[in-house]
């Protein structure tokens, strides 16, 4: 069990919260229950998440994905006056942590994504930090590269097929990072995983010579908040449960 301060205040530090200009609140963007004994975690605050939470009866519940981003209507109505009414009703605290679960080293979507592939980390792939890129100590087929990608995210990746028979150098950037590619290109990489695919993306990939893939921005971004989720259980001795709501996106 801990307070809900205790819980912020150590994933502020952990996360270094303070150093990220984002699109949304990082932190407490809904306050419930001073104590924390059952987390429930997700990608996104859908109200889907938040029935499932109820049913744990959580006390809280983490996610990539909250409320309140830059430029939406303000006005609490429809669907986001019922997601909050549910949270409010049932004094469930709501954390959400976006760009700064992306960039984490350890417990990052971007790190864990990564070790998931057996990418060894050269580097960041942009100014941000979030992006990575690396080699695959045994160079494979772009083929089996895909199959790799289904396998570790349960789900095919959209394959833009425009690289070199064998990929050796890749860069990734979970979510709607598609605009990321050229930085890829500039780097002379063989492939470039994101999460999701725009028109544009598939001509410069044809014409850069670069394999895409788009490998769902719900798939990329289930790593981090699991494993924030885990790391703060065996904190703070906290009942955790990672809900995922299934999302083909």
Known sequence: MAQIRQITDHIAELLKVSTFKDYCPNGLQVSGREEIRTLVSGVSACRALIEAAIGYQADAILVHHGFFWR?????????KRERLRLLLLHDINLLAYHLPLDAHPELGNNALLGQALGAVVEGSLNNEGIGLWGTLPDACEAAALEQRLSACLQRPPQWINSGPAIIRRIGWCSGAAQGHIEQAVARGLDAFISGEISEQTVHIAREAGIHYF????????RFGVQRLGEHLANTFGLQHVFVDIDNPV
């Open 71 to 79: 430029g939406e209507d303000p006005c609490v109505c429809g669907i």
């Open 214 to 221: 788009a490998a769902g921005h719900h798939a990329t971004e």
